[in-house]
């Protein structure tokens, strides 16, 4: 797949003091440090699939139980399940690697050791979840693999452009993350393959504190906004490309409502993951991401 190139522009903070100065932020930075795992070693690579090839549930693809799915022969529910779950698996590890350099962005955007220092480590932490992932689909798929959708292309253009960390953190820890938790939880409880399984559960950990960053960093910054930034109104022209996601039309004001603690787990709450979505939510568990009409791509080994 060719690269992405994507213009930005922001100013690096460098920071002179390094003790503690936002005490909850040094502690999720202590927590990121106390529970990093490895991919090599701590997956169960070599254990083994599922009898019958299936990787998720029936259940999850969306012509389940339709006239079309009864139609199909077992060898096509198969394969079908397996491309449903790589095409899922190719918008996660897309979105890994947005992640990876929005954080690494934040690095230098940050100010105070606390929020550098956790950036850091959800850079390694984003880096290790596109290592597993595409692992999973080279070994354990075969290489299948799609492209990265076009309104997953639109969001990160919009996070890796913006000079905003605030903005950064809303759009990626609020909201592109609350779309893959969702993903990642459904996965874990219904795969069959127990490789999958695992490395969605370690996902989860991290995703966890990943959003306790936006939980804590954020309050501050929505208490002291305007009336105006509070709705939205004081972006310039460009963030028009956060409005034509249709599953987040107004990122700030998701972001504040969340901070107003109109949602489970405002500012300084615990992550708690949500409960599994229903069937009829699972028919689009990632907002408006296209679904796999692309065609998919098999990498060499």
């Not at 460098?14 to 936002?22: A, D, M, Q, R």
Request: charged share 25%.
């Amino acid at each position: 797949m060719k690269a992405l190139a994507i213009p930005s522009s922001f100013t690096t903070t460098f920071t002179l003091e390094y003790g503690v100065s936002e005490a909850d932020l040094r502690r999720l930075y202590e927590n990121a440090k106390r529970d990093q795992w490895n991919a090599s070693r701590d997956i169960p690579w070599s254990a083994a699939p599922s009898s019958d090839g299936r990787v998720i549930a029936d259940e999850l693809i969306d012509v389940y139980g339709s006239p079309l799915w009864e139609r199909l022969p077992e060898a096509e529910r198969v394969a079908l399940n397996r491309h449903i779950a790589a095409w899922r698996l190719s918008v996660l590890m897309h979105g890994e690697q947005g992640a990876l350099l929005a954080c690494s962005q934040m690095v230098d955007i940050v100010e105070g050791a606390d929020a550098k220092f956790f950036q850091a480590t959800q850079v390694v932490d984003e880096a290790r979840h596109n290592e597993v992932l595409s692992r999973y689909l080279t070994e354990r798929l075969d290489g299948l693999t799609y492209p990265m959708p076009a309104n997953e292309r639109d969001l990160f253009d919009s996070i890796l452009s913006e000079s905003r960390w605030y903005l950064k953190t809303i759009a990626l820890q609020l909201v592109a993350e609350t779309f893959a938790v969702a993903l990642f939880k459904m996965m874990s409880e219904s795969a069959r393959d127990p490789v999958l399984e695992a490395i969605c559960k370690r996902i989860l950990l991290d995703e966890s504190r990943h959003m306790g960053f936006g939980m804590l960093s954020l309050p501050r910054v929505v208490n002291e906004a305007s009336p105006a930034e509070r709705r939205g109104q004081a972006l310039p022209p460009r963030d028009g490309r956060f409005q034509r996601l249709r599953a987040v039309p107004q990122v700030l004001q998701a972001g504040h409502a969340r901070l107003d603690g109109r949602e489970p787990g405002a500012a300084g709450a615990p992550h708690r993951p949500r409960p599994a979505p229903s069937r009829e939510a699972r028919r689009q568990p990632a907002g408006e991401l296209s679904g796999p009409t692309s065609s998919p791509s098999r990498r060499v080994r």
